[in-house]
Every structure is written in C-alpha cells, then in structure tokens.
C-alpha cells in the first residue's frame, strides 16, 4: 500500500478529560510495545506498566526493528510507537491494524487531533507533537548583551561572539550523527531555503540550489561546534547543554524537560526556546513538524489488540501528564505548556508554517539517501554537488525497486 494521506489536525487543540488513578483496570493479557527512549515514552509506558502483564522495550533503533518485529507472524509487539517519519513501512507492509473499533470502545477521552486517520480510516493515536526548535543559554545571552537569532545567518554571528568570549567549550551543538539524524538535519534545512525533495512524478530534486546551500550553510555551522559532531545525537546534545559544553543547539523540543531536571542537569532554569531560525528572508522556520504517537499490531489476536489499546489509554491519561508535564508537548488533557514548549508553539504557529515531515514511501527511500550519502560531503570527499548527486543516484535505485519509478 503507498500512503496517500495522513492527517493531524489542530495539532494544539487540547482537551479536559477525567484523572484516574493508577489503572481503571487489571491486565490480564501479555502486552509488549515497541518504542523511541526518550522520556516521554517512558513516562507512558511506565503509566501502562501499573496495568500489569506489559513490558516496555525502549529503544533508539526502534525505526529500524520495528518492521521485521512487526512483520512476524505473530507481531513480537502489540504495540509500536511511531511518528508521522517511521510509520510509514508498516502501513505499507500492513502490519498496523485500523483502530476505529477500539477508539469506540475505548477512546471516549481521546481529543480529535490524536487520531490519525490514514485514507480514512484511524491508524495511530498521537500523544504530543514535537520539533526541533532553538535552545539557547539565556544566561550566557544575558552576559553578553545578545539577542535571540531568528535568522541562520544571526545564528553564525552570535555564534561567534560566544566563541570569542570563551565561556563555553562550543557555542553550537547539533543532531548530525551519520545516518537519520544527519539526514534529518539536512531535511531542516533543506525545507528552510525552499527546498522540494522530489518531483511530482517521484524523481529526486535535492542536487539543486536549495541542496547546495543547505549544506553550505550546515557546514558553516559545523565550524563552532564540537568537531565530533558526525556522532552526534540528541542524547548527545542533550547531555553537551546539560554538563554546561554549549550555549545554542536546534533540538527536540521533547528534550527541554530534560534540562531542568536536577539530577543530571548543571544548568537548571538557564535554557530558553525560541522559534527555530529561517534560512531565508520570508521564508518558514528551517524544521519539520512531527507528531509521536501509538500503533497496534495487526498479527495478533483480537483479545490481545483490545488489552493493548486499553493499556496504551491508560498510559494516555491526565494523571500521567500531570506528573510529566514537562516531558514533551503534550496532546492529551491537562497539560501546562511550559517555558521550554514556547520555542515550538512558537515554530509550529510561525507564518509561514514550516511543513509536517513528508510520511510518504518516497520520503522514506529519500531520508535513507542522504542519510547514507551525505556524510561524505562532512568528511571532504564530496563536493556539495557530487554528495547530492550520490544521494539521487541511491534514491532512484531505491525507488525503481520500490516500483515507484520506471
């Protein structure tokens, strides 16, 4: 199946629902998910985990096991977690199953914007929304009399003036680990100058103008951060503002609870959001929006998809986002926006809007190109030109397979 249409709407149109406490109900029934590490995934799955009989598997390779684990018969999970950029191979291998009848049964708390319909019918509940948004050092702002960047070009500026005053190790981090994050990097900025990935009849269109100054720009970046950057996550990151390493970095937003978090962090109450900066006078915010939400395996039985989904709501309740308010942006009752979720209300309402994350079949072979071919441009081998032209050549190989191109 190639996905034709995935939908979320009124992405911050909260709802009020009724606390519960604990579980409203006892599991009887084997329940394993699936999904990132992060700590909104495990403040929801510890929240299933007072059900009884689920375990949690918390992963950063979620994306690449899930459609094998998926595929089998039956699923080694019942649930996945998934966003609008990893959902994508198990629809196409229908290995999800459509949630219409449980969300009647089961979903009377759920908002409209949870549910995520794919060509009509529901295919995944989200609970928050995410985007990689401006984190800055206020502090450090403060000392030296410098103002927001809104512009990549203001970023490289006040960049430098930190560098030049020396109190911290790098001014700048950044998510360009070798592979998906790289690739989604590029993607930021790739979209931040105007750019289209591929061609209305699915033919490649990054080796362009947009291409190439998209990755000047992220290799101008490059020249304040920490040269190990092509290692580079967003735990990594994460924990660079933690121990006080960098004053700058567009990271998650689901990352912001972790920085005043007084058992790891040495930099309580210091960082501040912003909108992620624009690449170009007019142009959206350099970022994609993305949503992170639950999915239940189609090669399981049906006893087992109704505990599932009945343990996945009640992972989904306003008594868990009260005690992890800080944890993500949330699209479940009873969260509080907080200080760090400003930076991406402030990116997802920007006019213009930057773009959801294209969940498409095409996207996906695209993400894996640049996410293969791109770190030869970082390393020198590869001029701007050449790398993009590798990563086209990957893709339409990619695709023709896929039988999305001739």
């Known amino acids: 199946m190639l996905m034709k249409k995935l939908a979320l709407a009124g992405a911050f149109a909260l709802m009020g629902s009724t606390a519960m406490a604990a579980c409203a109900f006892e599991n009887d029934v084997e329940v394993k998910s699936l999904s990132a590490g992060f700590e909104a995934w495990k403040a929801v799955t510890d929240a299933m985990a007072e059900c009884g009989n689920v375990e949690a598997e918390l992963d950063q390779e979620f994306r690449t096991k899930q459609p094998a ?25 229908g290995t999800i199953r459509p949630l219409d009848d449980l969300v009647e049964q089961y979903g009377a708390n759920l908002a409209d914007n949870q549910l995520i319909r794919v060509n009509g019918e529901i295919m995944a509940i989200a609970m928050m929304v995410n985007t990689q948004h401006l984190m800055y050092r206020k502090d450090i702002f403060e000392d030296l009399g410098l103002e927001v960047p809104t512009t990549y070009d203001e970023v490289l500026e006040v960049a430098a003036a930190i560098r030049e005053a020396g109190v911290v190790e790098y001014p700048l981090g950044a998510t360009m680990m070798s592979g998906w994050n790289l690739a989604q990097d590029f993607n930021n900025m790739f979209v931040g100058f105007g750019g289209n990935f591929y061609n209305d009849d699915s033919t490649p269109a990054v080796n362009s103008e947009a291409g190439v100054q998209a990755l000047e720009m992220m290799q101008a970046l490059t020249e304040y951060m920490d040269p190990e950057y092509l290692v580079s996550d967003s735990t990594y990151v994460q924990q660079q503002f933690q121990q006080g390493k960098i004053a700058m970095a567009n990271l998650w937003a689901s990352r912001g609870g972790a920085m005043d978090d007084e058992a790891e962090s040495e ?99 695209m993400h894996t190109a640049l996410g293969n071919e791109l770190p030869s441009f970082f390393t020198g081998e590869r001029s701007a030109e050449e790398a993009l032209a590798a990563v086209e050549e990957a893709y339409t190989s990619a695709a023709q397979e896929a039988g999305l191109l001739e």
Do not use: C, H, K
């Open 267 to 365: 930099v309580v109450g210091l960082v501040g959001s912003a909108a992620a900066p624009i690449a170009v006078d007019g142009g959206v915010p350099a970022t994609t929006l993305w949503w992170d939400g639950l999915v239940v395996a189609r090669n399981i039985d049906d006893a087992t998809a109704e505990a599932a989904f009945r343990v996945a709501m009640e992972g989904l309740d306003e008594t868990m986002v009260t005690a992890n308010n800080d944890d993500a942006i949330w699209l479940v009752g009873g969260y509080q926006p907080s200080e760090m979720a400003s930076g991406a209300i402030a990116t997802a309402t920007a006019q213009p809007a930057p773009p959801s994350y294209p969940s498409t079949s095409q996207m996906g072979l």
């Open 69 to 93: 684990a998926f595929a089998a018969d039956p699923s080694l999970y019942a649930l996945g977690g998934v966003s609008n950029g990893t959902i994508t191979p198990l629809l196409n291998e």
